[in-house]
Every structure is written in structure tokens, then in C-alpha cells.
């Protein structure tokens, strides 16, 4: 009995196929990338405003309306106030109601850190529900 031990080519056969691994491992690194960037994207401000096509809220019974006038004054409502006893007369005109929503209005020529200061005095009072006030383009016309 004879045994063949040569088979005649020595070259090695090629393959045709193709390899996967790398592609996979890129396209993982490609998901990670993307599962961490995908919620840095999306930018979270919770504001209380209607668009610009909102209809009209209902106005409440009794609004407390914080005017910012052009010359940095508080009002509350048709009194003057400060900014230290802000927080004091908002709690008499609301009762002590945290949960009341303050209408917050700004004359145009109030700069935006003015507007900021007001707000985070609102905000150190305790009353967290602002609504910003401002002229219904619609009717302005």
C-alpha cells in the first residue's frame, strides 16, 4: 500500500472571504462614541413659555404681576419694591402660596443680568413658578 505524501502545490489556498472582526470592533467604538455624545447633545431648560402660536393661557383670579422697569425698580403689582424685601411682599400678596405663579414683566431696555438677578431673588424667596410676560405680537399690529 502506497501513501501519497506530496500533493503537488505548495501554495496556500487563498481565501476569499471577508474578515469581520475589525469592522465589528470599529462599529462597537462607534456606538460607545455615540451612547456618550447623544445626551450632551440634547440641551434640557425648562421654561414656562407659550409659543408663539399658544393660544392664551386663563388668567388667574388675583395675578401678581413683578415689573422690572427701565430704571432697575421693582414693582409689585402697582407698589414699589425692593430687592431685599422682595421675598416679604411677594409672601403678603400671595398669602404665603409658594406654589402661586409670579408674572414677571421687563421693560425692553432691561439687560439680561438685571433680569437674571430678579429671577434668582424669586427663586431664593421660594417661589419657583415664573411666567415671563411679554406683548402678544398678534395684537400689537
Do not use: C, W
Not at 462597537?28 to 392664551?56: C, E, R
Not at 409670579?102 to 425692553?108: E, N
Amino acid at each position: 500500500m502506497a501513501v501519497k505524501m506530496d500533493h503537488g502545490e505548495d501554495d496556500l489556498v487563498e481565501n476569499h472571504e471577508i474578515n469581520v472582526t475589525p469592522f465589528i470592533d470599529v462599529m462597537l467604538v462607534l456606538l460607545i462614541i455615540f451612547m456618550v455624545a447623544a445626551p450632551l447633545a440634547t440641551v434640557d431648560v425648562n421654561v414656562d413659555l407659550p409659543g408663539f402660536a399658544a393660544h392664551q393661557q386663563p388668567r388667574p383670579d388675583k395675578p401678581i404681576f413683578l415689573t422690572v422697569k427701565a430704571d432697575h425698580s421693582l414693582a409689585l403689582g402697582n407698589d414699589p419694591v425692593t430687592l431685599d424685601s422682595l421675598g416679604a411682599a411677594l409672601d403678603n400678596a400671595s398669602g404665603g402660596n409658594k406654589e402661586q405663579r409670579i408674572f414677571l414683566r421687563a421693560d425692553t431696555t432691561v439687560d439680561y443680568g438685571t433680569l437674571v438677578q430678579t429671577m434668582n431673588a424669586l427663586r431664593s424667596a421660594g417661589y419657583l413658578k415664573i411666567a415671563l410676560v411679554g406683548l402678544d405680537q398678534n395684537q400689537a399690529k
